[in-house]
């Protein structure tokens, strides 16, 4: 089944074209990484795909829902979204996943019990249980990282797009979080989009891979097919060295 297909996605702005006829059609329970250099419009592709710039399209549907038939509501429960960069929240961790709820709410912010299982099933999952009550101003950059990918699951959509999720974490901590994003990826069913710099993250963590350049798909494909030295020689203009390790082939 197809996730997410979109065709000639196409974005200006002052002048200067950020995405060129993008197209791509992307399976359902996939995790797909997008790569490409400084300014080549990965971040610009998510907010296109999530209109939250203006961009022209041919088509885009989210499981065959045309977007243009959807309403702001309905598509808060297919696609959820996790920022690069995020405000400095004085909630608590229980608030920011009750106002996530919001999709789904009818009068105000009334939690239902089932929502109170369904917070609490999540918080569990991402081990946050016990900062339940924490601002998540006083989170540290991963527990606050796994607050808003928390907020995410609890908004309950089949679509997660993330932007650079492991953006200024620390080793330890960009693990954690890749290996939960993988994890809900197969135990919730959940497609993932997200962007990233790392190839070597793309290359363990996610089933495939788009690169773009310059605004443009310069290919697109399962990761261990498309991502070899010739293909990131092409979108980098970077011979990379190739080798392989007890965890599979890593790339410096």
């Given at each position: 089944?197809?996730?997410?297909?979109?065709?000639?996605?196409?974005?200006?702005?002052?002048?200067?074209?950020?995405?060129?006829?993008?197209?791509?059609?992307?399976?359902?329970?996939?995790?797909?990484?997008?790569?490409?250099?400084?300014?080549?419009?990965?971040?610009?592709?998510?907010?296109?795909?999530?209109?939250?710039?203006?961009?022209?399209?041919?088509?885009?549907?989210?499981?065959?829902?045309?977007?243009?038939?959807?309403?702001?509501?309905?598509?808060?429960?297919?696609?959820?979204?996790?920022?690069?960069?995020?405000?400095?929240?004085?909630?608590?961790?229980?608030?920011?996943?009750?106002?996530?709820?919001?999709?789904?709410?009818?009068?105000?912010?009334?939690?239902?019990?089932?929502?109170?299982?369904?917070?609490?099933?999540?918080?569990?999952?991402?081990?946050?249980?016990?900062?339940?009550?924490?601002?998540?101003?006083?989170?540290?950059?991963g527990e606050r990282q796994r607050a808003f990918i928390a907020g995410a699951l609890c908004q309950e959509t089949p679509i997660i797009f993330l932007d650079e999720p492991t953006n200024f974490l620390d080793p330890k901590q960009a693990h954690e979080i890749l290996k939960l994003i993988h994890d809900i990826s197969i135990e919730m069913n959940k497609t993932i989009i997200s962007v990233t710099h790392d190839i070597n993250e793309v290359m363990h963590y996610f089933t495939h891979c788009l690169a773009i350049q310059n605004g443009q798909k310069l290919f697109y494909g399962q990761s261990h097919e498309v991502i070899h030295s010739d293909n990131l020689f092409s979108l980098y203009n970077y011979r990379f060295t190739e080798a392989t390790s007890e965890q599979g082939v890593i790339f410096w």
């Open positions: 089944m197809i996730a997410l297909s979109v065709k000639n996605l196409f974005v200006q702005s002052h002048n200067k074209i950020r995405l060129n006829h993008l197209s791509v059609d992307i399976e359902s329970g996939s995790r797909v990484a997008i790569i490409g250099p400084n300014g080549a419009g990965k971040s610009t592709t998510l907010q296109a795909l999530l209109r939250l710039i203006p961009a022209s399209f041919q088509s885009l549907q989210y499981f065959d829902h045309n977007i243009q038939s959807l309403s702001r509501k309905q598509l808060a429960k297919i696609i959820a979204y996790v920022p690069q960069t995020h405000p400095n929240l004085t909630i608590s961790v229980w608030d920011w996943c009750v106002y996530a709820r919001f999709p789904y709410q009818k009068f105000g912010f009334f939690l239902t019990k089932k929502e109170h299982i369904i917070i609490d099933t999540i918080l569990a999952k991402t081990e946050l249980i016990q900062y339940k009550n924490t601002p998540l101003s006083h989170l540290s950059g």
